[in-house]
Structure formats: C-alpha cells, structure tokens
C-alpha cells in the first residue's frame, strides 16, 4: 500500500478499535454501568473516561495497551478499586479509559512442593487465599477490603496489611510476574524461583509502581505451611515504650511466631466499641493503649501459649502490661480481631475523619505517638485522635475525627494543615508519608517535598525508560 | 573567567584529578600492588587499570564517579573482589578505572530494638555478622567467602548462600541504601522503614544490578533474633525425589524453621573426603545423596530434635531416607558442615572444573539431577558430575571435574558444549542460567539466548536511564 493514511487518534477512534478488536461485551460506556469505576470507595475522587474496558486474556491487554499507545490516549489501570490514594481513578478530563482486569480472574496453578500460585491478576485477593488453603497451605497477605480488592492491585501498591511483620509486604511474596508494557508488550516473568540472578529484578520495579510503568496480568506467589496453632491475645498497657520490650521478647520467646502485633489507642477501640454492633469490651475499664497480638505455627503443639504467658508473667508483674486477655477459643480471638478491624468502619460512622497512614522505625513509634497527637490537636483543637495499626512494622494509621462542635466543611478545611503537622513530624523522625497505601493522587506532593531530589529524579527517568509516552496512568505517584 | 578552556579527559587527567581530590595515599599505581585488584581468585580473568582508587568516605565515591563522568573515563566498583563471573575486574583494555570500597569499612549502626544494622559497603562480611552477634542479634547471610567479601560486593550481587531458605537472598535483608550514581550524585536512600510505598523500589533495582546502575557505598540491613537451639543433621537418600517430601514434612513439623536444606551428591562427598585433610564420613557405607539438614530457632527448648525424629521415623522405616546422623554437639555439627563447605576447595584440588550455578523450581530439581548428568556426560564421557548445593531454594551447583585421562586444556575446551548441554535442560524445566552468581562477564551471552527480549530490552533502557554515558562497569551483564 502506497497510500499514506494518517493513523487514527483520539478516544472516539480508539473505541472503535477496542470493540472490533474485543467485542462490545468487553466495554462499558453506559455511565450508570461506568459510575462504580471512575469513583473510588471515600468518594473523594470522581473522574470521567469515555469507556471501561475489560479484557479477559494477556493477550486482549496487549491489543488494549497497543491500541490506546497507537491512538495516543491515557490508560488508567484498575484492580478492585479499593484504594485510599486515587491511584485507580481517572481524572476529571475524560481522556484516558479505565482499563480493568477483573475478568482476568483465574487461579492458573498451585503447586504444594514449589510452596507457590499462580494467579492472574483480577482474582479477588481471598479467592487466592482459599485456593491455597484448599492446597493445604497459606498465602498470608490478609487486609481489611480482602473480599473485594485483587491481587492485581494488591502488587501494583505493594499491599501491607496484619501479617507483614511475619511474611513481610505483597513485593516479598513475589516470585514472578507477567506484565503488559506501556506499548502492549508482553513480559513472560512469570518465573517461579527462590534465587535467579539473572539481571535486573525487574518484578520488584513493578511491585508497588502503581500502575505508572506497566500493567501486571499475572503473578506467581510464595506460600507457607497452613498455621496449625494460633494464639492471640489483647494487651492493655500504660506506656507504649513498653511495646518494643514485649515484641523484642516473644520473637525469641516463640522462635519468631509472632504474625501480628497491632496497635489501637484508647480513642479507636472506644469508638469501634460505641459504633459498632457486637464488639465488647473484653476488659472490666479502659486503658490508653492496647496490644493486639497473634502468634501462630505451622507445628501442632508448638507450645505457643506457653511462650506467651513466659513472656507476660513478668511484665505483668513489674507494671508494664497492665492486663492481658487471652481467646480461649476461635471465636474469642475472632472477637478481639473483630475490634480492630471495625476501627476504619467506626470511624466512618463516626464523621469526617483524616487518614495518615504513616510508618517510622521501630525504634520512634511511641516518640511518634506521644508527639504527634498534640501536634495534630494543635490544628484542630478537640478533635479525636483515632491511632491504630501495625506496631511491629513501625506502622500506625494516626487519625483524626471532626471535634464534636465542628462542621464537616470547616473540619476538612484544615485538612492541609494536620497532613503538614504530622507529615513533618514523621520526616524528623525519619519516617514515611506513606507506608501502606501508596502514592496515588492524594501524596504527589508529598513525594516532592519528603524524598531527595535525586530519588524522584531517578524515578521519573524510570518512568520515562519504560513508557516514553506517558501512556500508563497519568498524574499518579508523579 | 569568559576564557574557555577544553575539559581534561581520559585517564592521566582523571589520574591527576583523583590524586588531588583523594590525596596520594587513596590510589595505587604500581602495577604488584593493583595486581589482586585485576584478577579474579579463579585466575579467569586479568584485566588492565592505570589506577586503583580507594575512596574513604560517599563524598569521596561521590568525587571519583564525577571526576570519572567529566573525563569520559568507565569505572569498575569492586568489594572483597570473590565474584565467580568476573563482575568486578577491568577488561584487558586498560581504559578502565577500579573503584574499590575496601576503605568504606565502617559499621554506622546496630540497632537492637528495630532489628537493624546499618554498614558501609566496604565491611567484610564476617565483620558484620560479628556486630549483629555482640548485639546479641544474628545477621543470617552466610556463605563460603564470608571472611573476605564485602557486603557492598553481597549487595551488589544479590548473594545467596545456606540460610536463603529461612531468612531470603541478600536482597530480601535490605531495608535501604545509600548508593553514588553514576554521575557523582549521592541518593541517601538510607532508610529503616519495614513499610514505606512512597515511589519506585529503587533499593532493589540496585541490589542485584552488578555495580552497572550505581555504587552501593552504604547499607541498612535487617537483622533477626539469635537462635538458641539448634540442630543439624546428615540424611542419605537413595532418591532425591523424597527430598521434598522431607523439607514439606519440616516445615510443618518444626514451624518454619528449617535454616539450611543441602544437597550433596556421593562424588561430592567423596571429593571433600579423599582431598581435604581431617573430613570424616558419618555413615558406615557410601550413598547415592546426602542432604544436610539444619533447623534453628530463637526458642531455648524449640523441640526441635523431637520435631526432626518425628519426621525422620517412618520415612527411615519405609527407605525415603536410608541413613541418618544427628549431630549430637557442636563440633559434630561442625564436621558435617565442614564436608558441604570444603567440597569446592576438594573440586579445586581434584582438577580442572566447569562450574554451573542453577536453579529450576523445587519440583523440578530431582528431574534437573537425573537429566543433567548424562547430558553433560555425554559432552565429556568419564568427567567427574560433582553436584552439590542449596536443594531447598532449588539451586544447585552442577559441576563437571576433569576426567583422569584427559588434560586441562582439552577438558576446558569442552566448556561451551557442556554449558550449552546443561543450560538448555535448565530452560526446558523452567529454570535458571545464573542463581546466586551473577551474570557478570562469563554469563553475558545466555542472558540474550535465555531471558525474553523484551526484558533485555528494558534492561537497557534502564541502564540508559541511569547511567546515560555508560560509565559503569562496561562490559558487565550487559
């Protein structure tokens, strides 16, 4: 063909080249049907897109990528939406498409002597639990929205959750991926390998990248021998200094069994107490601070309870802990799980509230605590400090709820002003903005203003190294 | 000043520079005294430098990269200099300079309650095991060169060793790093933070990059609560195909703690016991495989002995495994490890040796064992196939000893076939060229036959990202 045809561009003829290429079933352009897309779970965040598409293969990603890369429009990448940062919504142009992967949802593999699953990245994150359960073994990544976000947004934001102190973040539970590139290539990394030095480890560049510097489709993950014992316990103390003591001492009381060690002040159990139906205090009067703990073992008789009560005896006796109770059964441990877990829940019901999801060395956290409280107050006098979260990560999710007298609009308003107290207490503690929930379009300034110039540079030239034309994700993390 | 004058380049002005930025006493130039620095310990390599520069402090990595840059000169970072691949010698054109960290050499930090060290990259490996323990901590990497490696070099490479089943590769002990780009820029990257999704990974794009992206001139590393029992012990199996059913079996019955899970084939062990003065064999006859076996934990009386009987019993009863040894002391422990670790020293001594450092998935090794001598066999009929290695991180070392009739030079003529032999049976079972080595100079070619283009490409694209004039370590892994 001699004839020159210039090359199509723009959403309108993108449309039409998605739905000859994937049939009308694989979009959405309805914007009824389009609505739980382009607007995140707090409803902070509202965009448009001129269509939702949903590929069902690698393949059908690929023609996506390479389609919207030829037209020269924005994709936006989108797990299961449950995000608390933006990172999967489109902004308020309308020119990039929403590209989802929840029908790429199949639990390709599990094998119980690689210790490994593989899994597209559309499965809901306990659809990945269970599929290695019914294998007999654990996959530990466990977090609040677990029934709806997936594993494909889990990886692209290195998810936390409560068992990061035992098998650390979804990026240490990678072994492999397979990743659609900017322009629609595909990168077969789907390698399931305890050690290969073979170069760059690219799949840890694309863990936790957001989205930014290519889409993931698939994954293979580590699994663990299936827990056979598991203690848990609540501890009130008077001073969380004391926190550091009894982790340091059940890690080597248990031989390093220790698989959550979570933290909730006075304020954030009181408020899951008071709003939420079914949660009791298993304690006869309030403390200022509490300790969630959950031992487990894949050892039957590991004599985890033992450990436990060795480590507490003394502690109780010389003051540091106040009180312990320890579930005598499932449903028990499941009672004081359920306090901490109905904490974001409550704190909804309760009004507006800020999040700070925030992380300092171990070493800082009561420092952090003690400090940060008065410093956020001092912003917004007679507000409530909702602080809870993962102690043994140095992680705390450091809240705060409208004052009673306040306004939603004027309690918001100040909202600037509490990120900039605590956000700058955490820099002098040598923390991080952001230790869980990622970047998105909530942080980007942040990024600036707390990381070396020198690191976001190498960043943006990453960026630029692996999509040249911005395609991926535009106005997230950078 | 409005006179322009020509920048000095190439090596005798960047020589002049150096010695008036560092001082004299910061580079060598007589050609006995670089002679350690441009070879490695195996005699593969020799390469040319007009200089071996050794800078004391990042300022000054950060002066030498920015003299280097602004004279157009290459530079070559190098540790304790114990590679395998040559990764960190200069080729033979003497255009290159060596940057060695040896002086670097200071532990900054242990910090016991946020299980942390933080080390310059010059510290040799043994010295920062040895600070973690007067912390009463443990830092679990451990490998043959640990009295003279340097953890920048360990870094650098991603190192593995015999507790990565337990504790992970080098690169799953780092928590951040301070690291000298390429053109002399500092990214203090130091962080102690167990969560912190603020940005790319840059930390682990580095680990692992063979000193090509950046230099790695300080480390924050994880550390771990001391073990306080344990137990090691030596199987003989007549068929590897049981040995995962005995780590799945551990696993579970001790908690996750098997540390270290050995491979050993008989020649191996014969080796270490004919060539290396004071090994003894444990068992009263020959066997097929040997698999040595260490389990540890924090917890004095983890009942772990009971645990490792409990599983040996009936697979002794039923033949998985013939014979066993528990160590019943120390220095018994000692005298089992001692066989695992003088088998490369006995494979020395026995001969010439072409050396493959694989890995496949677990599931895949026993066919890897079965398959491969034979075809490497079949390449040189009467070679020696002296297999060892890391069973439960499914890499093994799966070498080839001169046979007694053939000399060395024809023995080593046989390399590439050999290597073509054993490498293609790696892919087809999925696994890889290079598990724990590196790809350094020797590897540089399988990474384009064996690894997808796709990802060469973006490796490139991330070099050119980081390192646009190409002025690290030229001619490695890429």
Redesign the interface.
Known sequence: MSELRPRPTGPDALIDALETALGAAALLRDPAEMAPYLADQRGWFTGRAPVVVSPASTAEVSTVLRLASEAGVTVVPQGGNTGLVGGSIPDESGGSIVLSLRRMNRVREV??????ITVEAGCVLAEVQTAAREAGLLFPLSLAAEGSCRIGGNLA??A?GTA??RY??T??LVLGLEVV?ADG?????L????????????A??F???EGT?GVITAAVLRL??MP?EVRTALLALRDPRDA?VVL?AL???????VTSFEYMNRASVELALEQVAGNVDPFDRPHDHYLLVELS???QG??LLE?LESVLAPILEDGGVVDAVLAQSGPQAEALWRIRETIPEAQRLAGAGLKHDV?????RLPELLERGAPAMLAEVPGALVVAFG?F????VHFNLNQPPGMGRAAFMARREAVEHAIYELVAEL??????????GRV?RA??TR???A???E??R??K???DPAGILNPGV??
Not at 185 to 189: D, H, L, Q, V, Y
Not at 251 to 257: L, M, N, Q, W, Y
Not at 392 to 395: S, Y
């Open positions: 094998d119980p002597v690689d210790f490994t934001t290195n936390g990061v102190l650390g973040n990026r240490d590139l290539r595909i990168w077969e990394g390698r399931r390998l305890r050690k290969d030095n073979t170069g760059y480890k690219l840890q560049l863990v936790g990248s510097l663990f021998p056979r550091g340091e890690r080597s009381a248990t031989g390093d069994a073992s894949a050892r590991a004599g450990a992380s300092v060395p171990l070493s993962h043994g990560d140095g992680n040598e923390g991080s903005f952001g230790a869980e929930h990622g970047i942080k942040y990024l707390y990381r070396p020198v690191e976001v190498a960043m030239r990453l630029r190294a692996l993390m950078l």
